[in-house]
């Protein structure tokens, strides 16, 4: 079993930076894929930011040159460094993993709310 804990999130103004983190504990093997998630009340699940075993990583347009997504595979920890935040990013912020067998596992979330 594989759990991921995500930390981080708050109160921040417009134009202001949060860095979130999630850590994974348990059968971790074979990660394909960890990715950062966003939703907001009232709308739909959003894809923020994905980094691969390679190395590659992925923006989501809206976030693009202001997010940046890192691992730390000693902890076992991928972190989404937030900067420039407007208040349309507020949502909760969820991570997933996905290993190569196609498994994935989610977070808990964690809220950020930025305000004007």
């Known amino acids: 079993q594989v759990q991921l804990v995500e930390s981080g999130g708050g109160l921040v103004q417009a134009g202001g930076s949060l860095r979130l983190s999630c850590t994974a504990s348990?059968?971790?093997?074979?990660?394909?894929?960890m990715a950062w998630y966003r939703q907001a009340p009232g709308k739909q699940r959003e894809l923020v930011a994905t980094?691969?075993?390679?190395?590659?990583?992925n923006y989501a347009d809206s976030v693009k040159g202001r997010f940046t997504i890192s691992n730390d595979n000693a902890k076992n920890t991928v972190y989404l460094q937030m900067n420039s935040l407007k208040p349309e990013d507020t949502a909760v912020y969820s991570c997933?993993?996905?290993?190569?067998?196609?498994?994935?596992?989610w977070g808990q979330g964690t809220q950020v709310t930025v305000s004007s």
């Open positions: 997933r993993m996905i290993q190569s067998s196609g498994y994935s596992y």
């Open positions: 348990g059968s971790i093997f074979n990660i394909n894929t």
């Open positions: 980094i691969y075993s390679s190395g590659t990583t």
